[in-house]
């Protein structure tokens, strides 16, 4: 029940067109669902600026395009994750205007206008191997409007590689750290910053790395506090996570 | 070596009171180290208000005492974790100033002014056993500065139960989710709001729980994208990460 | 050895047929195990509305043919469960009244009369990817003679969806609530009513969720009672259950 | 909002004493919730005979003692699991018509009238080392209004000993199967029977057990569909299980 | 149903005191069970010589000692594994002729005459630690009547030590090898005889052995065929095992 | 060093050809390897019947085949293991003569006359999915030289099958029992019998099976003793352990 | 920064072209890290020998093929790892003098002059699947300029095999000890030497083997101190810790 | 069979007081092992300097205190590890001259002349919870011959503690670091050195550390080749390590 039903079925009994009695039963049993939606979608709205986000993996091409469709039809932005080469071709054919990074494995559909940055990210990884990881996390961060730093390939193979990044890093709110193997870029980092540093462990490694399970138990027992962790290989929620930190910031503002 | 050291080294050597020769040698080889840690020390001094913090976990009360004498010495405000009831007193007798919350197991002492609270974080619990951890977050997070929202007992065994505080959590900037058995309230909470969420695992539960894995990887798994997750029972560092979000957010603004 | 057969044997004893000696040895050694078979037996005749299932995964079409040809002799109804398109065809070849789903993967036919249907299942899923699971679930429930009501999407990263089912919920006897990645559906469905949850684990998910373990721990450490757990991907093994709570349940009415 | 304020509220409407708009606020940002809980507590009162339930292993005798006090102002009948025989004294001293099992480590005060016994639960154990994890479930469902068949020490050791129960078996309408070790036996049970089957692993063994994870696993993957998990050693919730099993079966006769 | 009944019932039948259709039920629903029973009491008392055992480990001193009463009625020989020294005192406090061995925690009750010993069986360590283990086994293997040859403290930190002991073990017909940490024992073993090997991992170690978890998953994966592999600690299993084979190896002489 | 060239080595010393130094030194340093190599060798010899035995899985086909023919030249009988169709092919086309078994996966060649088979082993399955695990089992046996009993499917979905082939059984010296899944049946066999169990987990299932795990842990954990465990699909290492079993038995004997 | 511009930083103070603020400034924020940098490579170049290395393993044949160009314009020595055939002849068409071993997976370009070799190393293998991670090690250790001797399939199933090389084995100062399923070897050779050991598991096996964790943690319980282990399958890893042991003991004699 | 042994034999075949056979029976089948103990032990007399070894852990102290007094009747130096203060005192009573660090829980006896120091050996750690492990690796390589650097504190939460250290890491032969929790330290030490580095995980921190787990896999998956991993905790191992590297390395340069 949104907004529009709920003020016609209050004006109703206001009116005398339906009784108390049935308002309270329509209020009770069936639409008290529907006020929380409205109440929840009323919460999304606030959330202006997030596009629709498709998770492609485990979907055939055709399947994928069936749901780009759908969203592009009532967004103005629609975001893809976990694309493959073959669906982005197919979903590309009809959406020409869509974007594709192979690397990132992402697609997205941005018809609006150009928004200002809001906010600036640090994407840090430990080495080459996590860039596919960071770059979903990076692209994913600018659709959804902020400024991102690259910083690839200082992991603690050779630590001393972060020091000339420490300004860059100074002027960013939050960093999303990407490392796999170890894992000890997050807690280096959270050591050499004061910024909340958002781990996501990647399944980058072999033997004993277990899939990224070695990466992300290194993440969470970061002698450094400061350090929030999501899932193995998931650049996506560090993305979505980085973003709402910044938008409840910038909203403090106001 | 500090600035002040720095410029004195330079000036000798404009001054041709050491030769270039020794002044490379200086920088080279022993003050590079000393450098850096001006230049990290200076971003520390940005984290003011930070207290030094004892982990008291394995540390008998007379080695805890001792430590929180040194650096009562030199700090307005320190701040001690996992503290026993026995070590609390030994440290009361003292420091009769210290405040100790024996759910928390938190001790601190703050002779400073009182600051002005910065920004606003809630606190949720699944159930009743997880308050030790919310309280350690809660109160870390107090004496770090922000004003807290306690919502305690929340979780999805009686998930409607969250709902009369959807208007409060919306107030604040971060949120900090507790919670041990299926560890779900993070996930739910994160779909209900825009805000981040900092997911704490408890170990609280039995048999299948595996000491508050089954918390950890249901957190890690969330479907709801904004969710950072700490280690088990982890309350502390919650809080760090959730004052760390709220000080850049703040300092975004200058 | 049958009824018949032992019929047989006593009134050979009685008749003097036999002497008791031999008849003592027929039923001490060899027989008691037919004994049981046919008591077993005689239990099995009463599931009567159970058909036959054939678990194809791992057999090869040709395989899978024969044996559902061999059930297809003796028995009305015959089910088959995680059926490859290939096998599909390849029986349906044979079998062209049978029926094939493919997201449910199964396959069946049912020569028989249409039976009324007996109890009423509600087959709940977390997300969209839980559809395949779900369907095995409640076709197979169907096809034991339940009556379904399939309510899908409604998982905990907008926990709100589930309230509007709230009603229809109430009016079955058992549920089945699916779930990957963090699993947290049966539990929040668990909490909100007071019917019994045969909860179902899916692997759908990636990195830290393990083929399904984060879910089916979470569902095994469920802060709410009254959730019972199957193998992860197990909708079959879910809807079995289903039908013997609601068979025995009904049967209690007699 | 309970069912009187909505009615009070769409009154005021209908009379004009307030207006639409602060009615529409009204219900859309406060009170939503409060209706929820309404239909959640109508829900609740469903389940009458639920007596409300403490679970008191960590928490010290005093806090229990406290809570116990308190469910027992407002309920005729209150159960509380784990209770160590400190708790139980502690308690008695205060309920001494309160019943302690210590063996089950269940007291329970039922202060009402004797209600007539609906369904019948076979509880099974493998071992006599189960009967702790037996009899908190078996007392619990007696607690909760059911007969209870009591077949001990039955486990595949020995699995012949199981034959002479079947058709006492055959009289339940749930079985609990309680194991450690290998957990065979609600496999075992399930395939010689028509009976849903709640199997409860014990943490009972040692070495490869893994506090109760071999038991767990074995029951997960039971050959036999019809078999439902739960946690490690929670014979509390297989009863609460087999309660709202029968509770719904018997609601459907009406 | 022992034998004697069912002479009874079928001379009843013959006598026509009984019809065949009551035989017939009698046989069929009841009595099928003792059958069984007798049966494999049958197939017990083959097992001659095997004494009761009882497993004291979760046992009270007094609960053992009950049991150990029961048993020594009946039986000529009792053995309890797992006795704490408590317990053996007071069990010895009843029964003076009991042997009680600490390192090996088990305690024996030998009434009958001396049998002569069967078969040969070796048990081997790889450290000093594994001797509790060891003993359990060895021990075990006496009462059951087999002769034991130690062979201790020979593990893979100097496995030359075992070479001079191959010609003892050549005279065995079976080899229990008892081994910690990396629990390479049996598997060198195994490559240097043609003897059947059984494997007892021990808990003995720490860290990353996981409580024996390490040398357990190495005796599953020796590279040497012929080793069977017993339950982390389980010595007792391990005798019983090798005395089956012994047994089933001198039955086949006859 | 073999006997032939220690008994030179030591005639040269009596007729003065090599010093008593020269002799210590070859004794000492080279050859101490060599005498153990004889002495090793000696026991193999002992071993005779034992083929030479090929590990195919991970080896190309030409690999597997090489391997082959330099066994065939020595020995009148070579076992190949987890032989591929096409490896069995390509072997074929030069021994024409060599058996393959597909469900096996065996291969094997055996030139030499009919020996009379030596000692009885039943090889016992849950399912007809355990069955590849099993003929590897029972084929490698029967190529060891003993006789086979196949008791298949009386897993316990349906514990009573095994009931009718306990004679059977009885006439075994040993029992390989394999089982997917739960893993039960070798502890039902052991509690029903009192012969010697060899249990063979196997990969077949899904879900928290994790490969086989499910099925390891719980026959580790068999409650009744007598059962030793191989790896998980390890059909031949439990035909070889049955082999040693019955070898040393006979031997016993002489 | 490099040396070359510390000292015309200096001068430049030292002849006023500078001040003294900017030369703080300059070495306080920017070129820190680059005198950290330039420390570091300074002790890079003290490893002089050590080639670059490509990880190629999650590399296209191209990608791999571009790093190779890369590294050969600046280097006399390159080494790649995990290469497959595909990329070897990509890379071999461009670089002909480069030497592949396709066993090893390992392809290096070595166009400098003939090195002495330095330093002598024992690489051992429990058997012959552990080939291809034995030889990436000791190809590694020969490029790396270290002489290799190979003694391989000297496992714990014939454990005695290992003696005749002891005397080899007491010529080198560093032995590496390959080995799959239960991963004895390393053990086994640190207690019959007194060189340090490094050990490799490998992935060589299967089921409880669970991918080389088996021989992973056997290794790490090596009961004879003296063991020091890498990840499974990590060849070159190991390589390259026993070339750092060997180029430390030679420096540390100069 | 010591050297005097053989001879006397080979001189009794020379002087034909003994015949061929039987010195050849003597020499295959029983003394073969005494000539490699022989062999073996001239190994260890290599050894010199290495003090016999008691791991007190498990053991009473009066047990202790047995292995301690036999090792100190043949052996200069005697060391134990994992000495709790009660064991201490015991030996000390017995030992006067024995020296007890409590924190390494090390006591050694070394009655022995002042060796001079062989070989710098720097144990570095993460945090100060990580000291008694790095106390007992410190004092081991203290008590085997070796000057010790302790580096301590220098973790990741400040890497830049670390590079004051470079230049006196820089003259050690070995590294030994030291961490818990994220368990980084040593592959950052290996990143910027060129020494061979021993990593030992400590079971330091809480939650999912898994008892050391954590910082275990991390170092087996550190990026920087180069590092060798023992067992959590074991201090002690390590020590030996790299007591073995610089010991051949000395050795090497003779």
């Known amino acids: 029940m949104d907004n529009r039903k709920l003020q016609e079925l209050l004006q109703n009994v206001r009116d005398g067109k339906i009784s108390v009695k049935e308002a309270e039963k329509t209020l009770k049993y069936l639409p008290y669902a529907d006020i929380n939606t409205a109440k929840i979608d009323h919460h999304r709205s606030i959330r202006r600026g997030m596009p629709e986000v498709i998770f492609c993996q485990g979907k055939t091409p055709e399947q994928s395009l069936a749901v780009f469709q759908e969203l592009a039809k009532h967004n103005e932005c629609v975001l893809a994750t976990r694309v493959s080469q073959e669906t982005a071709s197919l979903i590309r054919s009809q959406f020409p205007d869509a974007c594709y990074c192979q690397e990132a494995k992402i697609l997205f559909l941005s018809t609006?206008?150009?928004?200002?940055?809001?906010?600036?990210?640090?994407?840090?990884?430990?080495?080459?191997?996590?860039?596919?990881?960071?770059?979903?996390?990076?692209?994913?961060?600018?659709?959804?409007?902020?400024?991102?730093?690259?910083?690839?390939?200082?992991?603690?193979?050779?630590?001393?590689?972060?020091?000339?990044?420490?300004?860059?890093i100074d002027k960013c709110q939050v960093l999303i750290a990407v490392a796999g193997m170890e894992g000890a870029l997050p807690g280096v980092v959270a050591g050499l910053t004061d910024k909340p540093v958002i781990a996501v462990p990647t399944s980058t490694g072999y033997g004993a790395n277990f899939g990224g399970l070695a990466a992300l138990l290194a993440m969470l027992n970061s002698c450094s506090p400061g350090v929030g962790v999501v899932n193995i290989d998931n650049g996506f929620g560090a993305a979505v996570l980085a973003y709402l930190i910044i938008k409840n910031s910038f909203q403090g503002e106001a």
Request: charged share 25%.
């Open 112 to 168: 609006g206008e150009n928004r200002p940055r809001t906010g600036k990210i640090a994407v840090l990884t430990a080495g080459t191997s996590d860039l596919p990881v960071a770059e979903e996390a990076a692209l994913t961060a600018e659709v959804l409007g902020s400024e991102v730093v690259r910083i690839y390939d200082v992991g603690v193979a050779g630590i001393h590689r972060i020091f000339p990044y420490l300004e860059d």
